[in-house]
T-cell receptor
Framework: DGGITQSPKYLFRKEGQNVTLSCEQN?????MYWYRQDPGQGLRLIYY???????QKGDIAEGYSVSREKKESFPLTVTSAQKNPTAFYLC?????????????FGPGTRLTVL | SQELEQSPQSLIVQEGKNLTINCTSS?????LYWYKQKYGEGLIFLMM?????EEKSHEKITAKLDEKKQQSSLHITASQPSHAGIYLC??????????????FGEGTQLTVNP
């Protein structure tokens, strides 16, 4: 079955530690995205990538880093510089050709900083 | 003010009742996407609207995009407990990007009481 997987489902981190969230897709989608969701605030874009080895900052990129070494994978690192990292993180992907295309979402990772 | 506003923020209805959720943009909408989310899970794509005046239906859910392409409504007929969840609209307000970057509303929390 094609889809997007995120791991782990739940992640706990101590203050001052970096942590990497995994996102993999087997849909052969071109673009991949990372969003952060806080209660009552909808989704905010952290980073996105439209092609391998290239990515752009979204609205709230500070304290985060990404890489896109393979088309299928777009890991997100939450660094110790992120002041308030506790949140629900969602990964998405989409095709870029053929007009408007919906974004497909993974199941999410809930990160808690202790 | 928010680029994309959803109303209401929350809605509690009795099973069998109809309801409407609105999504209003401060910019022209080149694509408007409706998603549903269960708490703690990923987003499920419902419908996409692109043309002014367009209307789409899936089962008991109907979405419309107004002629001026700055507002969309999502209407549920004869609501059921299975309709409960968070409904989010996502907007493509960048001409020529074909949905490659979306802005999301804050979501509407829907509760359907049996």
């Amino acid at each position: 079955d094609g889809g997007i997987t995120q791991s782990p489902k739940y992640l706990f981190r101590k203050e001052g530690q970096n942590v990497t969230l995994s996102c993999e897709q087997n849909l052969n989608h071109d673009a991949m995205y990372w969003y952060r969701q806080d209660p009552g605030q909808g989704l905010r874009l952290i980073y996105y990538s439209q092609i391998v080895n290239d990515f752009q900052k979204g609205d709230i990129a500070e304290g985060y880093s990404v890489s896109r070494e393979k088309k299928e994978s777009f890991p997100l690192t939450v660094t110790s510089a992120q002041k308030n990292p506790t949140a629900f993180y969602l990964c998405a992907s989409t095709l870029l050709a053929g007009g408007q295309n919906e974004q497909f979402f993974g199941p999410g990772t809930r990160l808690t900083v202790l | 003010s928010q680029e994309l506003e959803q109303s209401p923020q929350s809605l509690i209805v009795q099973e069998g009742k109809n309801l409407t959720i609105n999504c209003t943009s401060s910019k022209t909408l080149y694509g408007l996407y409706w998603y549903k989310q269960k708490y703690g899970e990923g987003l499920i794509f419902l419908m996409m609207l692109q043309k002014g005046g367009e209307e789409k239906s899936h089962e008991k859910i109907t979405a419309k995009l107004d002629e001026k392409k700055q507002q969309s409504s999502l209407h549920i007929t004869a609501s059921q407990p299975s309709h409960a969840g968070i409904y989010l609209c996502g907007a493509d307000t960048y001409r020529g990007t074909s949905g490659s970057r979306l802005t999301f509303g804050e979501g509407t929390q829907l509760t359907v009481n049996p």
